[in-house]
């Protein structure tokens, strides 16, 4: 079976680890502190040995808080779940065209057209509205007209 990608992850950190001791030899550490090394060689390959344990600790205890925080271990077996479904898809899975615009609108053109249908129907209540108060304001017009025929009959009939 293929390891997953949380397998592979802890096996990079522990090739890091390996190398980063290996980087960091007892050789090394005494010629850093050659006058402690002369005057006491045990105890410097004790501090060395400390230090390495103490720092290979450290390390794996932050890479494991940053798995736990990052929620690492289910994300990378969600990618390979992705990877694995991908495999049995016979087309080819989407790629950007290298144009942002053409790549942006195919994800936008769904939330556009929503809100499009949105606008029109928002179009078509106000022109209804507009519709009612341009008929009660014809209506309010007749009205007057009728009221001003009105007063004029009764001026000329009291004159």
Same mark, same amino acid.
């Given at each position: 079976?293929?390891? /997953?990608?949380?397998?592979? @992850?802890?096996?990079?950190?522990? &090739? @890091?680890?390996?190398?980063?001791?290996?980087? /960091?030899?007892? +050789?090394? @550490?005494?010629?850093?502190?050659?006058? @402690?090394?002369?005057?006491?060689?045990?105890? &410097? *390959?004790?501090?060395?040995? +400390?230090?390495?344990?103490?720092?290979?600790?450290?390390?794996?205890?932050?890479?494991?808080?940053?798995?736990?925080?990052?929620?690492?271990?289910?994300?990378?077996?969600?990618?390979?779940?992705?990877?694995?479904?991908?495999?049995?898809?016979?087309?080819?899975?989407?790629?950007?065209?290298?144009?942002?615009?053409?790549?942006?609108?195919?994800?936008?053109?769904?939330?556009?057209?929503?809100?499009?249908?949105?606008?029109?129907?928002?179009? *078509?209540?106000?022109?209804?509205?507009?519709? +009612?108060?341009?008929?009660?304001?014809?209506?309010?017009? /007749?009205?007057? &007209?009728?009221?001003?025929?009105?007063?004029?009959?009764?001026?000329?009939?009291?004159?």
């Amino acid at each position: 079976a293929v390891p /997953g990608r949380a397998q592979l @992850f802890d096996t990079v950190v522990d &090739t @890091f680890l390996q190398k980063l001791v290996a980087a /960091g030899s007892y +050789q090394r @550490f005494a010629s850093c502190y050659r006058r @402690f090394y002369k005057l006491q060689p045990e105890l &410097t *390959r004790g501090i060395y040995e +400390q230090f390495i344990s103490q720092l290979q600790a450290s390390i794996k205890e932050e890479i494991q808080e940053i798995k736990q925080e990052g929620n690492l271990e289910m994300l990378f077996n969600s990618l390979d779940k992705i990877v694995e479904e991908a495999k049995t898809q016979e087309e080819p899975a989407w790629r950007p065209s290298g144009v942002p615009e053409e790549d942006a609108g195919s994800a936008l053109a769904p939330y556009l057209l929503k809100h499009r249908a949105y606008l029109q129907r928002i179009l *078509r209540e106000k022109q209804e509205e507009n519709r +009612q108060a341009a008929e009660a304001v014809l209506a309010g017009r /007749g009205r007057i &007209t009728e009221l001003q025929q009105l007063i004029a009959a009764h001026q000329q009939a009291w004159q």
